[in-house]
């Protein structure tokens, strides 16, 4: 089952444009990481934010964590034509064996040039 | 390597005939995970090899699926009497011990199409 959850599914922008992307998750977590996929292949590990952290930043992009109402989002500045990907979210759970990352179903940004 | 090899990139079967897909893990990397991406889908957890422990096999979804990492490195999934629901493609990603706490590295997949 897919613990998060992104929101809009779909986003479309023109360039210079910010993108807010947004992720839901359910249960209590370690950390929440973001990756983006191009052309439905290989994933790119973007950024990690630790359930202790609110906020994070990596050149163009902005993450926020809000615990108690279990969601994340990802902000992308000044977007460009090449950040048109399908953008996951994916957790690591705070408690229990699983060591895997559990992923949300994606948003699928377009970035008009 | 640099970086995680899957192959092969893209492998059309027909339904019924079995299936092996490899991943070559970064060097040095003692964690390796498969996943499964259906069409337009986030990905599905498979299994999850952690250097000589006993692999988590919760995500398989049924045993017609299998997968071994030999000598800790490389891994093979293996999808037998393969069925159209098989289709997708197939992630393997690997890290460090620390990798759910710093992130994984994923190869390109291999796009399985059951015909």
Not at chain 1, 48 to 65: A, C, D, F, Q
Request: charged share 20%.
């Amino acid at each position: 089952s897919q613990q998060g959850e992104e929101d809009p599914q779909a986003l479309s922008i023109q360039e210079g444009e910010n993108a807010t992307m947004n992720c839901s998750y359910k249960t209590s977590i370690n950390n929440l990481q973001w990756y983006r996929q191009n052309s439905g292949r290989g994933l790119v590990h973007l950024i990690l934010i630790r359930s202790n952290e609110r906020e994070k930043h990596s050149g163009r992009l902005r993450v926020t964590l809000d615990t108690s109402k279990k969601s994340s989002s990802l902000l992308i500045t000044a977007s460009r034509a090449a950040d048109t990907a399908s953008y996951f979210c994916a957790t690591v759970p705070s408690s229990g064996s699983a060591r895997q990352l559990t992923f949300g179903s994606g948003t699928q940004l377009t970035v008009l040039p | 390597g640099a970086g995680v090899s899957q192959s092969p990139s893209n492998k059309v079967t027909e339904k019924g005939k079995d299936v092996e897909l490899r991943c070559d893990p970064i060097s040095g990397h003692t964690a390796l995970y498969w996943y499964r991406q259906s069409l337009g889908q986030g990905l599905e957890f498979l299994i999850y090899f952690q250097g000589n422990s006993a692999p988590d096999k919760s995500g398989l979804p049924s045993d017609r699926f299998s997968a071994e990492r030999t000598g800790g490195s490389v891994s093979t999934l293996t999808i037998q009497r393969t069925q159209q629901e098989d289709s997708a493609v197939y992630l393997c990603a690997s890290s460090t011990l620390q990798g759910p706490f710093s992130g994984y590295t994923f190869g390109s997949g291999t796009r399985l199409t059951v015909v």
